[in-house]
């Protein structure tokens, strides 16, 4: 039943992203953000627009719905996070949500090099 809020709490923090923004350190660098289990870019582009507000590259992961086995996800996202890397010239942090955040651990130690951070929720 709790999740019929979400509307109502993604519209309480689209009015104050503007606020959000000046109490924030800024960033700079690429971000890639993994969705949870069964979800898509879709459930992260509000964080990514936060990310993008104050002053990071945010990315989604562009992989459809987190389902599958991990190891064929993380082939395919081995070579996604070396691009974006070697796109901006610096390692990627990595933000990963519930099931996300289980592929971003397991990538940062499959491409220590690529990744700068990992940061997990949910």
Wanted: glycine share 14%.
């Amino acid at each position: 039943m709790l999740e019929g809020r979400v509307a109502f709490e993604a519209a309480a923090l689209l009015a104050q992203l503007p606020v959000l923004g000046l109490q924030v350190p800024h960033g700079s660098g690429p971000v890639m953000v993994l969705p949870g289990f069964m979800a898509d870019d879709t459930s992260t582009w509000l964080l990514r627009r936060f990310l993008s507000r104050i002053g990071y590259v945010a990315a989604g992961w562009n992989l459809g719905l987190n389902r599958g086995p991990f190891g064929a996800l993380l082939d395919q996202l081995v070579p996604a996070v070396g691009a974006l890397a070697a796109r901006h010239g610096c390692s990627v942090q990595l933000i990963g949500w519930s099931r996300g955040g289980m592929l971003a651990r397991k990538l940062a130690r499959r491409d220590a090099a690529a990744v700068r951070s990992v940061i997990t929720m949910g």
